[in-house]
């Protein structure tokens, strides 16, 4: 790993603490690629939503359920009042996404041991097979696209969007904070 900071403009190096903020006095070029970044990942969050939907709706499956049941897939089990929590959802709207779910086989509340009112929300893995297939084109495309960029780039690609995926999380924090809501 290179020891020395990237040049003024060039992208930090996968692993390296990344660069102070561009001072206000940044050329005119730089400013537009910024500008042109921020655009490409709102074109990006659109472009998924769409997908999303679509893949929603060949499950039958809601937009928001839809969500709720990735959380629950990569970070469950979780119980109903965390999950609400997480997506911002009021917990009575939260107990019929969980109803739905359930009755669509995607989940299941589990009891907690110790505690008869608690349950624990888990996905239900041979249901995820029938997500994931429907994922295989634009799982295709991922592959070829990254399949063109050098394991370094790579590497930066991955905590860019991880920096950002923060940046989004904190923006949704202080908007709970200013709104006094809780979000773990």
């Known amino acids: ?5 990237p040049r003024a ?3 930090p190096q996968a692993g390296e603490p990344p660069q102070a903020s561009e001072p206000p006095e940044a050329s005119p070029g730089r400013r537009r690629q910024i500008a042109e970044a921020k655009q490409a990942l709102r074109e990006l969050r659109i472009e998924l939503a769409a997908l999303n939907h679509r893949v929603g709706s ?5 937009d ?6 990735d959380i629950i897939t990569r970070h469950g089990p979780l119980s109903p009042t965390a999950l609400a929590q997480r997506t911002g959802v009021p917990l009575a709207t939260m107990t019929g996404i969980l109803d739905r779910l359930e009755r669509g086989g995607w989940v299941l509340r589990d009891r907690v041991a110790g505690d008869r009112r608690s349950v624990q929300v ?15 084109g634009m799982n295709s495309s991922l592959d070829e696209i990254l399949a063109s ?3 370094e780039q790579i590497g930066v690609v991955v905590d860019f ?8 999380r904190s923006a949704t924090d ?8 809780a979000r773990p």
């Open 149 to 151: 960029y050098s394991g």
């Open 122 to 136: 888990r996905g239900v893995p041979g249901r995820q097979r029938d997500i994931l297939r429907l994922y295989g």
């Open 9 to 11: 403009g060039e992208p």
């Open 174 to 181: 202080q908007l709970a904070r200013d709104t006094g809501e």
């Open 161 to 168: 969007l991880r920096r950002c995926t923060q940046a989004g």
């Open 58 to 62: 060949r499950v039958e499956i809601k």
């Open 64 to 69: 928001a359920d839809f969500d709720c049941l």
């Open 1 to 5: 790993m290179p020891t020395t900071a």
